[in-house]
């Protein structure tokens, strides 16, 4: 698995923190910042890595602003992307097992880094179910072709 990381500055110290954890899981990453002492936009972080996951160049993204929501939104914009906002470890593995999501978020001034890695952990493991839940992935797949 190759995973693409990126962080606003809202997000910097729990994208250091997810960096180390996919060191220790030996799973491949960029980490492609920001590297900023100033305020940056989380869509120019946000937008190319939902690019390179749904381009298939990375198997996932995991995006981290102030709360997530920015992120989230934006990512969600790239066909192919499910982007899932999650501050909690229930959702975590539910949203890979039910949703298939390629893209994680998280918000920093929302949960610590602990639990941040805890999610990520949980995320990046756990596998997709498929059956009914590919059936219902697959109409949001159709519409994304439908309505390009
Ligand atoms: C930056 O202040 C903040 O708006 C951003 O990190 C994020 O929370 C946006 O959704």
Not at 4 to 23: P, V, Y
Not at 45 to 74: H, N, Q, W
């Amino acid at each position: 698995m190759k995973v693409a990381l990126a962080s606003d500055h809202g997000g910097m110290n729990i994208r250091k923190e997810i960096a180390s954890l996919l060191e220790e899981l030996k799973i491949e990453y960029v980490d492609f910042g920001c590297e900023c002492a100033s305020s940056v936009d989380y869509p120019d972080y946000a937008l190319p890595v939902a690019e390179k996951v749904a381009s298939g160049e990375f198997d996932r993204g995991i995006l981290i602003c102030g709360t997530g929501i920015g992120m989230s939104i934006a990512a969600n914009k790239v066909k192919g992307v499910r982007c899932a906002l999650v501050h909690d470890t229930f959702s975590a593995k539910a949203t890979r097992a039910h949703n298939d999501s390629n893209i994680l978020a998280m918000g920093e001034r929302v949960i610590g880094p602990g639990l941040a890695r805890d999610i990520a952990q949980i995320w990046l493991t756990g596998e997709f179910e498929g059956g009914r839940h590919a059936n219902r992935v697959g109409k949001i797949t159709d519409y994304e072709e439908k309505h390009q």
